[in-house]
């Protein structure tokens, strides 16, 4: 056995090894990472949220930029295979698969991410108060509150002492506040850069003991007393729960929304499938994949085996993947899986084709196993590149067009693609030279080859 099989065996044996361990792994934990099936919209339900822009005036360039800050947001909190898009002129239509807390969801789409200190004129504004500031006079009014029917209800207009345009993203990150493990409390650190900065550390060098308003979206978070000077524009917000933390984390990490939105309907939606349909597919897949190995194995015999082996791995290997990565499956997702199998089995035929070709016309085992993979390759690799430039192409339209199932079908397709040349180039042709020791003329039988014909010889320049 030359030592680049010995290479190439124990890197097979590592990979699946690895991908075993990540599809079986307890309590669905790898690495550090849940590594738990994702399922779409279509699969396990969800909520679809109808958010409408609080500006007469937005513009079409508004709301893309608006999308893109939701989308932003949305993957923060983990949701995958989400559809976000663009209605009408001033609308968008958010689709979250699988969501556990839709309210907490909901609040983190709508809100605006504008972070602001100010100034209560000595006063503790109750949390949750909604309020007026110079950076943001003319708030939405909350629903819902019989007191508060136009802006003056919200009282006077306080003086901002940062811009939220002066937020320095990276900075915002999660924390806990300094006050021992009993004493600490979940919070979000932040920094201010260029005026905010300095108006931050001047006003509170200034008012140490007097309370200092922070207030998201005009609405108070809470009033710290200031107990000394914040001189480089940074700190952190404490917050009650965890939930509230990421809440806020979200909303101001991700990108300040270019207009308020209001909710305008949330519904919950119900899976499309169903788990039942989902074991259907499941029983499907696993009779076709069935059907596949005998027929490969029925007339290729041997080398039809090694390649239901090398299958077996590649799907091992993008469960596996799936889970890492993560990709959100959904109907069209396995759909591309099932096509990339059939891709997966192509390349193998053609293969063995050649294989039984060269081995027909005389040549011995090795030779023959060589050429095979030789003269097979351009063709794998033309229909592999070709498939992977359509994937590639389907998946930019889908990014485009926020048609995310699209991007489904592509990321699967694509991704099978790899892994099927994979499996077949490395894993199959490894396969086979470890065998070939076991191949002779007498067992021609082997690869279902009829050897009573007389052999015809490669020509003089075939042999070369």
Not at 390 to 418: D, K, M, P
Not at 447 to 455: E, L, S, V
Request: aromatic share 6%.
């Amino acid at each position: 056995m030359r030592s680049r099989e010995i290479i190439s065996i124990l890197g097979i044996v590592i990979i699946a090894a690895l991908a075993l361990w990540i599809n079986l792994a307890p309590n669905q934990m790898a690495l550090g990472r849940d590594v738990s099936f994702r399922l779409g919209l279509d699969l396990q339900g969800g909520i679809q949220v109808l958010l409408r822009a609080n500006d007469p005036d937005v513009d079409r360039e508004q709301m893309e930029i608006a999308r893109g800050v939701i989308e932003r947001r949305v993957n923060a909190l983990g949701v995958g295979e989400t559809v976000v898009q663009v209605a009408g002129n001033d609308r968008l239509i958010v689709e979250l698969p699988g969501v556990d807390g839709p309210e907490q969801a909901v609040e983190t789409l709508r809100g605006t991410g504008r972070l602001e200190f100010i100034d209560s004129q000595g006063q503790y504004l109750p949390p949750g108060a909604v309020i007026r500031t110079t950076g943001s006079p003319n708030p939405a009014l909350p629903e819902g509150i019989e007191e508060i029917q136009s802006l003056d209800d919200l009282g006077p207009v306080f003086e901002s002492i940062t811009d939220g345009a002066d937020l320095d993203t990276s900075a915002v990150q999660p924390a806990f506040s300094q006050g021992g493990v009993a004493g600490s409390r979940p919070a979000v650190s932040f920094a201010f850069t260029g005026e905010s900065a300095q108006r931050l550390a001047a006003f509170t060098a200034r008012n140490v003991g007097q309370p200092m308003c922070i207030v998201l979206d005009n609405v108070v978070i809470s009033c710290p007393q200031i107990n000394a000077a914040l001189r480089d524009g940074s700190g952190v917000i404490e917050v009650n729960d965890v939930n509230d933390r990421d809440n806020i984390l979200n909303q101001l990490k991700y990108g300040a929304l270019p207009v308020p939105l209001v909710v305008e309907t949330s519904r919950s939606v119900t899976a499309t499938l169903g788990q039942e349909s989902v074991e259907s597919s499941v029983i499907a897949g696993s009779i076709g994949l069935s059907l596949v190995a005998i027929y490969m194995i029925a007339f290729y015999r041997f080398p039809g085996l090694l390649a239901t082996l090398a299958l077996a791995l590649y799907v091992l290997m993008s469960f596996a993947l799936y889970r890492l990565i993560p990709i959100t499956l959904t109907l069209p997702g396995i759909a591309g899986f099932v096509l990339s199998i059939g891709l997966a089995v192509d390349a193998n035929v053609l293969i063995f084709s050649r294989l039984r070709e060269e081995y027909r016309r005389g040549r011995d085992i090795h030779s023959a196993l060589e050429f095979g993979f030789e003269e097979s390759w351009s063709a794998i690799r033309d229909s592999s590149v070709s498939t992977l430039i359509t994937s590639i192409v389907l998946f930019i339209f889908g990014n485009s067009f926020g048609v995310s199932i699209i991007q489904g079908f592509a990321l699967t397709l694509g991704l099978g693609i790899l892994l099927s040349l994979f499996t077949a180039v490395v894993v199959t042709r490894t396969f086979l030279r470890l065998s070939t020791p076991i191949f002779r003329d007498d067992r021609a039988w082997i690869f279902g080859i009829d050897r009573t014909k007389p052999a015809v010889a490669p020509s003089t320049a075939e042999a070369i």
